[in-house]
């Protein structure tokens, strides 16, 4: 998996927008977009991914660079039940088996109250 | 219900016996992983199956060794087990080979002393 690059960590007020930032410069043009975050003592959890358009879900906004070298994860309202380890991995969809190295070590995200 | 369960959470154990950590998955997923997760929060593959069928199997110690009985469960037996061992262990699982949605479990914390 191609090699991403991210903040350690990130602060934010609670119910304030976050963009959390993630550069990959040597991203494929096969490679998706994929965001997880893990909170303590769980598992991680699949946040959003996408591949060139911006995406939204229930839990958070994509927004990819036109070049696609870097793409953003925006959480619209931060609460305190965001505050987490946030990954941007890349992953071409027709590798098979999984994620391989992966996650690293990612951004803290820090909320207060 | 949960998705996908690890048993047990925690495990502290010596030098150079022998444990099993076992996962169950109630999604119907096709696709079960084991992943380590080191004291530097790098989470890294260790073994894939797809259907009972071993697909992944990255470069770890052959003291390690997973099972599948069905695409439901899928274990993993460590022996003779060593300092470096210590970490925490993930299972999880997915549609199929080729999805990107992963659901993990919380996670087995293993010690040993």
């Known amino acids: 998996d191609a090699k991403t690059t991210q903040p350690n960590s990130m602060e934010s007020n609670e119910e304030e927008p976050v963009h959390l930032p993630c550069n990959h410069s040597?991203?494929?043009?096969?490679?998706?977009i994929h965001w997880y975050r893990q909170l303590p003592s769980q598992g991680p959890e699949y946040v959003i991914h996408?591949?060139?358009s911006n995406v939204n879900n229930r839990m958070a906004s994509l927004a990819i660079a036109e070049d696609r070298k870097s793409s953003t994860l925006i959480l619209h309202r931060a609460t305190l039940r965001d505050a987490a380890v946030y990954y941007c991995?890349?992953?071409?969809?027709?590798?098979?088996?999984?994620?391989?190295?992966?996650f690293g070590a990612g951004t803290r995200l820090f909320v207060k109250a | 219900d949960t998705a996908v369960s690890q048993t047990p959470k925690y495990l502290v154990t010596q030098m150079g016996n022998d444990k099993s950590i076992k996962c169950e998955q109630n999604?119907?997923?096709?696709?079960m992983y084991w992943y380590k997760q080191d004291s530097k929060k790098f989470l890294k593959i260790m073994f894939s199956?797809?259907?009972?069928?071993?697909?992944i199997n990255e470069t770890v110690p052959n003291r390690f060794s997973p099972k599948s009985p069905d695409k439901a469960h899928l274990n993993l037996h460590i022996n003779s087990l060593e300092l470096g061992d210590s970490a925490v262990y993930f299972c999880?699982?997915?549609?199929?080979?080729?999805?990107?949605?992963?659901?993990f479990g919380s996670g087995t914390r293993l010690t040993v002393v």
């Open positions: 999880a699982s997915s549609q199929d080979r080729y999805s990107y949605g992963y659901t």
């Open positions: 040597t991203i494929s043009g096969t490679d998706y």
């Open positions: 996408g591949l060139t």
């Open positions: 991995i890349l992953r071409d969809p027709s590798t098979t088996g999984g994620f391989k190295t992966i």
């Open positions: 999604l119907g997923h096709d696709t």
């Open positions: 199956y797809n259907n009972k069928e071993l697909i």
